[in-house]
């Protein structure tokens, strides 16, 4: 199995433009960034997906987390300030998966129509990872169209779709499922109409019932978190039953059923 998790940070900017409670509950951005960098070191998850992360963010990760390789794509458009304030020392806005572990980056672009959104594809312990955000409007269709494009067989697709799961299901196609969600679980975008818009997909694999945890105000996105479970091969096994590295330490993995 695998253990999965997707967050958006907010990027400052973006909460500065929108006016986002976060700015009231941390005025102070480079608290809120050593608060974001401290929860995420402690999460257990082999991989993260981020969304929104600022040049700052990514720079707070890097240097403190050392246990986890830490993949990223920079998108062509800098986020601007409209109301005069900025808090940032480096304003570049970025796509983030963290993994334990071996990883190769496969690729990475922003979708054509939109160039603050876009994908990050990921290998990892076999399977391929793509941390992904797409836009809220019709432009999803093509984006998620070209998200179908770049799966393989067992691939895993984690982020901020601003759609529900039905929207999701269907503009990617057949053989793709969306993780739902307990019932009573909390919004993972907490204020909107729509709610549940943060998820996690498979194409050739299983997860979980997703699990949303409270972000306590760090951003306007809470965390969501599942585990997937790559398909048997003919012996039986898990496809993907290998030697890997969690956490510095080396061990064979046998998957369980």
Same mark, same amino acid.
Request: hydrophobic share 35%; aromatic share 4%.
């Given at each position: ?14 909460? =500065? ?27 257990? =998850? ?8 600022? *040049? ?8 403190? #987390? ?6 990223? $794509? %920079? ?5 601007? @300030? ?28 922003? $979708? ?7 994908? #990050? ?27 179908? *494009?770049?799966?393989? @067989? ?6 901020? $779709? ?6 999701i299901e269907a503009g990617l196609g057949d053989g793709f499922a969306v993780a739902g969600f307990a019932a009573g679980s909390m919004p993972t975008r907490p204020g909107s109409s729509r709610g549940f818009i943060d998820h996690v997909v498979t194409l ?38 290998? #030697? $890997?590295?969690?956490?510095? %330490? ?5 998957? %369980?059923?």
């Open positions: 199995m695998i253990t999965v998790a997707t967050w958006n940070l907010l990027h400052r900017v973006h909460a =500065e433009n929108w006016d986002e409670d976060t700015i009231r509950r941390w005025p102070d951005e480079a608290a809120r960034i050593t608060a974001i960098t401290t929860r995420l070191a402690a999460r257990t =998850e082999q991989v993260i997906a981020l969304q929104e992360v600022s *040049g700052d963010q990514l720079a707070s990760l890097r240097a403190n #987390l050392p246990g986890r390789t830490v993949h990223s $794509f %920079q998108y062509p458009r800098i986020p601007t @300030p409209r109301t005069g304030r900025d808090l940032l020392g480096d304003r570049t806005e970025h796509l983030v998966l963290m993994a334990d572990g071996p990883s190769t980056t496969v690729t990475a672009a922003a $979708f054509r129509d939109d160039r603050g959104k876009g994908a #990050l594809a990921v290998h990892v312990a076999g399977t391929l990872v793509i941390a992904t955000h797409v836009s809220g409007d019709r432009r999803r269709t093509g984006q998620l169209a070209h998200l179908a *494009g770049l799966a393989e @067989p067992t691939t895993v697709l984690l982020g901020d $779709f601003n759609s529900g799961r039905g929207t050739g694999a299983t997860a979980s019932t997703a699990t949303v945890d409270d972000s306590d105000g760090l951003s306007d996105h809470n965390l969501v978190h599942a585990t997937v479970t790559p398909p048997r091969d003919e012996t039986g096994l898990r496809r993907h039953d290998h #030697l $890997f590295v969690h956490n510095g %330490q080396s061990r064979t993995a046998r998957r %369980q059923p």
